[in-house]
């Protein structure tokens, strides 16, 4: 399916149809196809490994302004001192070694559709025939919420040593408030593992304390089975779960949270705001007119922008409805990266993709539960709908699952980076 010959590939490039020189330029003259990729978080890597993979005649560059990608999959462990950041920090070094990807390491600040040209902090101008933007999220802001003081750890690096400075501050019978945003929003059980892993360390550490869990969604957004569990058993008295508390500010300085109904003390905190996509996502005008838009609508076929031709937009920062986790970005940006390939030999998209999503949590420090859906294209609606009896989250968490864990990160890990 892969091996497009070269002549082939650049006669559909866009760029040589766009300028007419089809006719007049041999292959070997012609320039290569060009993409370039926004973003070096799962979905960002996993595009340009897999473009360069599949066909090599494609250039692909991708800008990314930090050195290495800080994975927010597996941070609640190191919140807990489980595991330490060499764990969770993942290099680009194979993506340009093994695969010829172009680091680009700078911040894109704007693009220029018409010209096709992405614009870098640094003064850069990069040109493309198809453009991948892959920033995944952004938040809003709540009054009074510093997340330099109060750290969301929402995405994973500093914030996540500030969040674990957070829980170790905590005092003996002392209270740890975390909220939870409406959904949808990254990593859907994730703030209900952190409030497990949260009250299992306050446990171990013997500290009696308390955690309270302001939910502004009606009840628990995933595994509901497993979490409604834990929070009754095995941290009865530990977790105060509290649903429908939106977080309308935070008085830092006399240490409450203000939510729709009531304000509440804390010794430590961790507010995860609500969420959106990637700021460069609407500085393009990828999210439409309508204002109350928060993700870009996408061609599931493609990922192809629906509001802008040849961006294409993948991972937490899409709107297609399909879960925003770190699996299913992978999953996506394998969908994007064959589409891209099949576009530069004039082909059509695969016309039936699926994807799926897992996520791992863990429940205490030697357990583990999981989740997991498979999506498939409806072409009647033309959206990613789950499939049938796909959807299931593990009976009960096992020590076994926790061990599954780190086996299935280390294989995604290396299938997005390595
Ligand atoms: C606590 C927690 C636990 C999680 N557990 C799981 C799990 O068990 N399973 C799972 O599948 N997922 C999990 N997730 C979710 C997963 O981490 C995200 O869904 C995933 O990181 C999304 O990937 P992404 O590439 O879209 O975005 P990101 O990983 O955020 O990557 C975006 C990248 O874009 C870069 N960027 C942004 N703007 C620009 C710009 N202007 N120019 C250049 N680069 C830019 C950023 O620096 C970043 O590197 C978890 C998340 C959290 C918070």
């Known amino acids: 399916m892969f091996s497009h010959n070269r002549r082939k590939l650049l006669q559909a490039s866009g760029a040589l149809v766009a300028t007419g020189a089809l006719s007049a330029t041999t292959p070997a003259q012609a320039a290569a196809p060009r993409v370039v990729v926004i973003g070096g978080g799962f979905a960002g890597a996993t595009v340009a490994k897999y473009v360069r993979m599949w066909n090599p005649a494609i250039q692909v560059s991708l800008v990314e302004p930090n050195p290495g990608h800080v994975s927010c999959i597996l941070s609640n462990l190191v919140m807990t001192g489980a595991v330490g950041m060499s764990t969770i920090t993942l290099r680009y070094d194979n993506l340009r070694s093994k695969y010829g990807v172009n680091i680009v390491a700078d911040r894109a600040v704007s693009i220029d559709p018409v010209s096709r040209v992405v614009l870098t902090a640094n003064g850069s101008r990069l040109p493309y025939d198809k453009l991948v933007l892959a920033p995944g999220i952004d938040f809003d802001s709540i009054p009074g919420l510093d997340s330099a003081v109060l750290p969301h750890a929402w995405q994973a690096g500093p914030q996540t040593l500030a969040l674990k400075a957070q829980l170790d501050s905590v005092p003996a019978g002392g209270t740890f408030v975390m909220s939870i945003p409406k959904a949808p929003y990254r990593c859907p059980p994730g703030p209900y593992e952190r409030a497990c892993l949260l009250a299992d360390s306050l446990l171990r550490r013997?500290?009696?304390?308390?955690?309270?869990?302001?939910?502004?969604?009606?009840?628990?957004?995933?595994?509901?089975?497993?979490?409604?569990?834990?929070?009754?058993?095995?941290?009865?008295?530990?977790?105060?779960?509290?649903?429908?508390?939106?977080?309308?500010?935070?008085?830092?300085?006399?240490?409450?949270?203000?939510?729709?109904?009531?304000?509440?003390?804390?010794?430590?905190?961790?507010?995860?705001?609500?969420?959106?996509?990637?700021?460069?996502?609407?500085?393009?005008?990828?999210?439409?007119?309508?204002?109350?838009?928060?993700?870009?609508?996408?061609?599931?076929?493609?990922?192809?922008?629906?509001?802008?031709?040849?961006?294409?937009?993948?991972?937490?920062?899409?709107?297609?409805?399909?879960?925003?986790?770190?699996?299913?970005?992978?999953?996506?940006?394998?969908?994007?990266?064959?589409?891209?390939?099949?576009?530069?030999?004039?082909?059509?998209?695969?016309?039936?993709?699926?994807?799926?999503?897992?996520?791992?949590?863990?429940?205490?420090?030697?357990?583990?539960?999981?989740?997991?859906?498979?999506?498939?294209?409806?072409?009647?609606?033309g959206l990613m709908k789950p499939v049938a009896n796909t959807l299931a989250e593990a009976p009960a968490p096992t020590a076994g699952h926790y061990k599954d864990m780190f086996g299935w990160a280390k294989n995604l890990f290396a299938d997005s980076f390595s």
């Open 206 to 381: 013997r500290r009696a304390g308390r955690v309270i869990v302001l939910d502004a969604n009606s009840d628990v957004v995933a595994e509901p089975h497993t979490f409604h569990t834990a929070f009754q058993t095995t941290y009865a008295g530990v977790i105060d779960y509290r649903p429908n508390s939106e977080v309308l500010s935070v008085d830092w300085a006399g240490k409450k949270v203000v939510t729709n109904w009531e304000s509440v003390p804390f010794d430590a905190a961790n507010i995860i705001p609500p969420q959106r996509a990637g700021k460069l996502v609407a500085a393009a005008g990828l999210l439409g007119s309508d204002p109350a838009t928060r993700w870009a609508p996408v061609n599931p076929l493609s990922y192809e922008s629906r509001v802008v031709p040849n961006v294409h937009v993948i991972g937490d920062s899409q709107g297609t409805g399909q879960p925003k986790s770190g699996h299913m970005a992978n999953a996506q940006a394998k969908v994007c990266a064959d589409a891209l390939v099949r576009y530069f030999a004039g082909e059509q998209p695969d016309p039936a993709p699926m994807t799926s999503s897992a996520c791992y949590s863990p429940i205490t420090a030697t357990t583990a539960s999981w989740l997991t859906v498979v999506f498939g294209y409806d072409a009647a609606s």
